[in-house]
């Protein structure tokens, strides 16, 4: 047996969380788990069907992109990850989909505003949009590039990674993260719901005010405050 089957299981099992939530068409996305202990992660491989995974197809890498263990070619995001958990310390689990609202607000170019108590349960800020890549990024190692064009949006915005875990990344589409993968699943999910609502909120009335602050402050800290009392 792998010495990494724990790592891959929970890879695995987030992977197939994608499809059974509606986040995934095709092949198109890819969730990852991390070890910090050894300094690797189990990501899902390229191309292969999600009916045609199992834990032992993951493929384990290190935090610099290279494969550790595995016969099968790591998803062609492995480097945005890898660059993701090299260098914000405080996650272990990953999520990339092309979930249809979420990824058109992210072709849209515009944050997912913040427009009532459901987003405010998660995040007391809009969901950030990153501005598309710049060209030279673009020519250069792509995958790798995007790692960093999210982690430059959060420094500009002032934004902590452990308190937004989820992007879109403009013209492209979500990324989520969260301490364990399938925390990130959770934050892909709720990003993609919260853009349905968003949207559909703009089409009944096109000025929509946001969310008054008294309501964010009230049901992000019933839920994440110090003396928080919603659910268990």
């Known amino acids: 047996m792998s010495n990494y089957q724990d790592i891959k299981e929970q890879a695995y099992h987030a992977n197939m969380l994608l ?10 996305g890819n969730a990852s788990a991390a070890d910090r202990s050894k300094g690797i992660f189990a990501i899902k491989p390229s191309g292969v069907a999600y009916e045609d995974l ?14 550790v263990e595995g016969t099968l070619r790591p998803s062609s995001d492995t480097k945005t990850h890898a660059v993701l958990y090299k ?13 249809t609202y979420g990824t058109a607000w992210a072709q849209s170019q515009r944050p997912i505003p913040i ?15 990153a501005p598309p890549m710049v060209d030279d990024r673009i020519k250069g190692n792509y995958e790798y590039e995007t790692g960093f064009q999210i982690m430059d949006h959060f420094k500009e915005t ?4 452990k308190e937004v ?32 609502m968003a949207l559909l909120t703009e089409q009944i009335r096109k000025e929509v005010p946001k969310l008054k ?14 003396d928080a009392y919603y659910g268990q």
């Open 19 to 28: 499809p059974k939530l509606g986040l995934v068409l095709f092949t198109f």
């Open 54 to 67: 199992s834990p032992e197809k993951m493929v384990i890498v290190d935090f610099e992109g290279n494969t």
């Open 87 to 99: 260098h914000w310390e405080g996650i272990g689990g990953i999520v990339h989909t092309h979930s």
């Open 115 to 129: 427009y009532g108590t459901t987003h405010a349960d998660h995040l007391t800020v809009d969901i950030p949009c």
């Open 158 to 161: 002032g934004l902590s990674y």
């Open 165 to 196: 875990e989820m992007i879109l990344v403009g013209n492209h589409a979500p990324f989520t993260w969260g301490k364990t993968a399938e925390k990130a699943v959770y934050n892909s999910a709720v990003l993609e719901e919260v853009g349905r």
């Open 213 to 226: 602050e008294a309501l964010i402050k009230k049901h992000y800290e019933r839920k994440h405050g110090a």
